[in-house]
């Protein structure tokens, strides 16, 4: 009370498309509204009193807009002034796949499109650096709500265990706290985006996690900034935090169809998002007295990153693809899959084909070098027998006395050296060949595996129902079940290496980028399971539940 509440600044992304929906979405000449029309359900009946326009004011559209003006637009103002001790938080709201984890981490291989959450870190470091008489230091905490439940992303990558990281969250005279988090301090830049990373990592294969697709958790990364004079006689603090929120997708609140833990996932995040929209509401209204905090985990851990003296954006993310009722294309979802619920299993099957590949290469050269030395043995046995030849020729053997001069003795000893050679390089061989028999089993295996995962996956995110089944053109090929799977097997796997093989090999852009890419390796590196043995690959495929 008597705080002066600072407004919620509102922005819309709209995911680029080469088929914008002009029809549905008017974006105003300012950039400053936008309006949505809605064609009436047919499912709405002869009374239809569904709304369908929406005109909605903005601080800001950002359309066709870079990573860059997007961070330019929503959070360098907020970042820096946080540096100044007003307590900041960004959250980024909308359908799965419309882009909020895109807005917020950004894609993961390349420093050009890294999000607001990375660049918020540099920005921080950066300042801090700058400040001659001022000590700043960082805390970074991450955390992920799935179903109600609180997870510590950080527990497992600051070498914490992985199973009791669910926490409680608590009022205390502090304020609200998290009970058992991990608030790491961090002092270096690529220290902070290593944190993240590994995060980031542990909110996709998380135990709890690992066969939902990511959108069904919020995750809530947190900076912890505290500035305080060099100087010994000051011991002013100045204190603020910045709270980075990528909520879960909202599009399964109304879908029908899901069922089990679709629909129980669907009900949590429903209510949650319910309960974050009540709490904005009574933020915005002055009378309020009494402000919802606690009714659910989300709301209840955002008690003082909202409203009072802190600045909060809201980003919602949309699709502007002209009818968007429709699923994405298999292609377009399988890629989709495999960065998010698909990971896992995606992983394990690159890394199948990578172990199947690099054996078949080994057996190929052993191959080849078996019958150089068989050439060779050939070429010694020649030349043994013409040596033979001139014995006999001169009859020493008939004198029953064989003499062997050095020449002869010295390819002799040659020859056992190649048979034996021959003979390591024969069961080398036979080895390599039952391993890759293992291996291409495994790779099968894998696709299988990945193949049948992504349907179950595209059929439970992109459920349609009959009748907008039946509104959809005949002969398209976004209707559901219609893509034949072997059409899915041959998606090119071999372009997409090529391809991820293209973006390694491009150069960082620019100095500040060296940290990103090291804090990436290092997380890639520790993730990756060593893939000495295949009882761990095979381990790895039979400790993944079915859905
Ligand atoms: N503005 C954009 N420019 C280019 N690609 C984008 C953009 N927004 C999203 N994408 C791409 O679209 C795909 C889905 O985006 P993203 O994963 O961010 O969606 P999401 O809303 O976080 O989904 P979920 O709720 O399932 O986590 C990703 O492959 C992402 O790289």
């Not at 009859?395 to 002869?408: F, L, M, N, R, S």
């Not at 349907?455 to 976004?478: D, Q, T």
Request: glycine share 6%; net charge positive; proline share 3%.
């Amino acid at each position: 009370a008597g705080t002066k509440t600072r407004r919620v600044l509102a922005f819309v992304r709209v995911k680029p498309t080469s088929h914008f929906a002009q029809d549905m979405i008017k974006l105003g000449s300012d950039n400053k509204s936008i309006d949505i029309y809605i064609r009436k359900s047919p499912r709405g009946g002869i009374v239809n009193n569904t709304q369908t326009d929406w005109s909605f004011k903005l601080d800001g559209l950002l359309h066709n807009a870079s990573q860059e003006m997007v961070y330019e637009a929503v959070a360098k103002d907020l970042v820096s002034k946080a540096l100044q001790g007003y307590n900041g938080t960004i959250m980024c709201y909308g359908q799965t796949g419309a882009g909020k984890t895109y807005t917020m981490t950004g894609a993961a291989s390349e420093y050009r499109n890294r999000g607001i959450i990375p660049r918020a870190i540099q920005q921080i470091f950066k300042s801090a650096a700058e400040f001659l008489n001022i000590l700043v230091t960082v805390r970074i905490s991450y955390l992920e709500i799935y179903n109600e439940t609180l997870f510590d992303l950080l527990a497992p990558a600051l070498g914490r265990g992985c199973k009791d990281n669910q926490l409680t969250v608590m009022d205390g005279p502090q304020g609200v706290y998290v009970k058992g988090l991990s608030i790491h301090p961090v002092s270096h830049e690529e220290e902070a985006l290593h944190l993240l990373f590994e995060g980031e990592t542990n909110r996709v294969i998380g135990e709890h996690s690992l066969n939902k697709n990511s959108s069904r958790s919020h995750c809530i990364f947190t900076m912890f900034i505290e500035c305080r004079s060099r100087d010994y006689t000051n011991h002013k603090c100045l204190k603020s935090k910045i709270t980075l929120i990528d909520l879960a997708g909202s599009e399964r609140l109304s879908k029908t169809g899901s069922e089990g833990q679709v629909r129980i996932e669907a009900s949590y995040i429903n209510k949650s998002l319910t309960f974050l929209e009540q709490l904005v509401i009574a933020l915005a209204d002055p009378k309020r007295e009494h402000i919802p905090f606690r009714q659910s985990k989300l709301t209840h851990v955002l008690k003082d990153s909202l409203g009072g003296n802190c600045n909060t954006v809201l980003v919602t993310n949309i699709y502007g693809e002209a009818d968007s009722r429709s699923p994405p294309s298999k292609h377009e979802a399988f890629e989709l899959f495999k960065k998010q619920a698909g990971r896992v299993i995606h992983r394990v099957f690159r890394e199948n084909k990578r172990i199947l590949i690099s054996r078949k290469k080994r057996s190929l050269s052993v191959a080849q070098k078996i019958n150089r030395i068989k050439q060779q043995m050939e070429a010694i046995k020649e030349a043994l027998e013409a040596q033979k030849q001139k014995r006999r020729q001169e009859g020493e053997e008939a004198k029953g006395q064989v003499i062997i001069d050095e020449e002869e003795f010295s390819l002799i000893l040659k020859l056992k050296e190649l048979k034996e050679e021959h003979k390591a390089g024969f069961t080398e061989l036979q080895d390599l060949k039952a391993e890759i028999q293992y291996c291409q089993q495994l790779v099968d295996k894998c696709r299988k595996r990945l193949i049948s995962e992504f349907e179950i996956w595209y059929n439970e995110s992109f459920y349609i129902p009959e009748h907008v089944r039946e509104a959809l053109k005949p002969g398209g090929n976004i209707r559901p079940g219609m893509i034949p799977i072997n059409r899915v097997t041959c998606l090119d796997e071999d372009e997409q290496d090529k391809f991820e093989q293209m973006q390694e090999a491009v150069l960082p852009d620019g100095p500040r980028s060296v940290s990103f890419y090291r804090a990436r390796m290092k997380t890639d590196q520790k993730v990756t399971p060593e893939w000495t043995g295949m009882e761990e690959t095979t381990w790895i495929i039979q400790s993944q539940p079915l859905p």
